[in-house]
């Protein structure tokens, strides 16, 4: 845990977690899959590798690659599972 891309992946991934555990054990069935965090899990793996290799080689279009690769995790998040939708 060195660099921003560290702990902003961590912190999103930490942030799925939560959302998965909470429904997972919430009344009736869950309303998604857990392959549906697959996506997001590596996509934050993917942008932390290109945002660390970034860093260390000062190549900035990894860099970008990187934040790019964030902001459509957390699209996805936003989109396909939803985390501030209430439960009905």
Do not use: H
């Not at 845990?1 to 997972?24: E, K, P």
């Amino acid at each position: 845990m060195q660099t921003v891309y560290d702990w902003v992946t961590v912190a999103i991934f930490a942030g799925l977690i939560v959302i998965f555990l909470q429904r997972s054990v919430g009344e009736g069935e869950p309303q998604d899959s857990i392959l549906s965090y697959l996506p997001p899990a590596i996509g934050c793996a993917v942008a932390n590798y290109f945002g660390n290799e970034g860093l260390e080689q000062n190549n900035v279009a990894f860099q970008v690659l990187a934040a790019l690769g964030i902001v459509a995790v957390l699209a996805y998040t936003y989109y396909v599972i939803k985390p501030f939708q209430g439960r009905s």
